[in-house]
């Protein structure tokens, strides 16, 4: 059944305080929306459940890519071609850059923005496990109290559910400048393009002869919401490149997540491919250290 639109509200205040001015007086009643890539599916399904709707679309409180001494800001309204294009984004967080190619259409990329994204909360979203790898912040902002950070691996706390309060807004992502020696992303999806990931992972990691000292580790679609692989992550850490080490990585990725069935696939396939990848990685970072294999 289509949506009716006389059943709809759509308020455009045109800037950021005047959208926090009115989550602030009826929180919980308006629905930000920016590209609208997913809310306007889901209107046109007849099962958008939102009758009020904010306009956020275009505020320039919520663009630009700005580099600092430490991070690299990006404003929540960012879109997908606007990440792909960015200079600043393919030299220094090129995983994002290559997630951002991978999101839906051209059309899609050109509307889509990074904060919308976040916030819907997909659990096969393209973004996430590039920014869980780089360890990234969401910086929400509120009329009464202003902004807070929170680290992007706390931010979903379920199934399409995040810390994010009723009168608050994401308005930036914020990555640390650090050098990694190592990246990778891949998504394994039904097709080469416009496919939702049946795994995906982001993964970076600092080497120093042939030792990992240290690696993040970001999946998609092998649990409720995007997931840090920490207990994985502790796996490698300080430890040699080799075989053994692939073997141990993969036991405990195997312990730590907990991928469901659904109709893209099954959770047994979800799991031996998350290992295949990991492994993938692991793998390709003993060739780049001098030529390692599995006689190591």
């Known amino acids: 059944m289509r949506a009716d639109a006389t059943e709809y509200e759509l308020v455009s205040p045109g800037t950021l305080d005047g959208v926090l001015a009115l989550l602030a007086e ?3 009643m308006w629905t930000p929306m920016a590209g609208g890539t997913e809310l306007m599916v889901q209107f046109g399904a007849g099962r958008l459940r939102a009758r009020r709707l904010v306009n956020i679309f275009g505020l320039a409180e919520l663009g630009g890519i ?4 430490e991070t690299i800001r990006i404003g929540a309204g960012v879109t997908y071609t606007e990440l792909r294009q960015s200079p600043v984004i393919q030299a220094e967080l090129p995983l994002l850059a290559r997630a951002a190619s991978w ?3 051209i059309a899609n990329q050109n509307r889509g923005t990074l904060g919308g994204n976040l916030v819907n909360g997909s659990p096969a979203a393209d973004s996430p496990p590039a920014l869980l790898a780089y360890e990234a912040e969401v910086v929400l902002v509120s009329r009464a109290g202003g902004e ?6 706390a931010f979903h706390t379920g199934y399409k559910r995040t810390v994010l309060a009723a009168e608050e807004l994401v308005l930036a992502v914020e990555v640390p400048r650090r050098q990694w020696t190592h990246g990778y992303l891949r998504k394994v999806g039904a097709r080469q393009a416009q496919a939702i ?3 995906a992972l982001g993964a970076v990691a600092r080497c120093v002869e042939g030792r990992v000292e240290e690696a993040r580790l970001g999946l998609a679609s092998v649990a409720e919401a995007p997931f840090r692989c920490v207990a994985t992550e502790t796996a490698l850490a300080g430890k040699r490149l080799g075989p053994e080490l692939v073997e141990e990585a993969r ?6 997540i907990a991928p469901l069935d659904d109709i893209r696939s099954t959770a047994r396939y979800r ?20 030529g390692m294999n599995d006689g190591a």
């Open 66 to 69: 700005s580099v600092g001494a």
């Open 103 to 105: 999101t839906g259409s």
């Open 148 to 153: 807070r950070r929170v680290p992007y691996a």
């Open 251 to 256: 036991a405990a990725l195997e312990g730590e």
């Open 197 to 199: 990931s049946k795994v």
């Open 271 to 290: 799991r031996q491919v998350a290992g295949n990848l990991l492994e993938e990685f692991l793998r390709q970072i003993m060739a780049a250290e001098g």
């Open 26 to 28: 009826a929180p919980g």
